[in-house]
């Protein structure tokens, strides 16, 4: 059962790399506008007045910083989950963003994401474990897992 834990987790990791990866290239490639989205978030009715606040206050006055921002840290988010490099931190913002946009009432499929995040969060020694950099520090020659010398002789 451990194997398989292992291997789920790996694969939302993988998973949910890919698809803020795709989401942030999107955004990035495809024409978002983060002032198309202050006017949607004040209207809605769904949206906490706080978060209306926030959005008036500081997203309307740094509309240029935001709206490169969010899709690089999604890029960002996705290689350091697809690589298996700081992907407990990756896994933390992932989370953060999702909250974010689930705050904004884009509800979409960012509930099931914030799911899967939640699930890396909750197995940090296993993302540890499946880490690239771990990965190499076992792979180096004459060393074992726990860095000690395994050549006899």
Avoid at 13 to 25: A, E
Avoid at 53 to 67: K, P
Avoid at 122 to 139: A, G, S, V
């Amino acid at each position: 059962m451990n194997m398989i834990w292992k291997i789920m987790i790996l694969l939302i990791r993988i998973g949910s790399g890919i698809v803020m990866l795709m989401q942030g290239f999107e955004k990035l490639t495809g024409g978002f506008a983060i002032n198309g989205l202050i006017p949607v978030v004040q209207k809605s009715p769904d949206v906490p007045e706080w978060y209306k606040a926030f959005f008036s206050t500081v997203v309307n006055t740094q509309t240029d910083i935001f709206q490169w921002l969010i899709p690089l840290g999604e890029i960002a988010i996705g290689l350091g989950l697809i690589l298996g490099i700081l992907s407990y931190t990756a896994s933390f913002f992932g989370a953060f963003v999702m909250l974010n946009y689930i705050l904004a009432d884009m509800i979409f499929t960012y509930p099931l994401q914030l799911f899967f995040f939640i699930i890396l969060l909750m197995n940090p020694k296993t993302l540890e474990l499946l880490n690239l950099l771990n990965f190499f520090k076992r792979k180096k020659l004459g060393n074992d897992a726990n860095g000690t010398h395994t050549h006899s002789g």
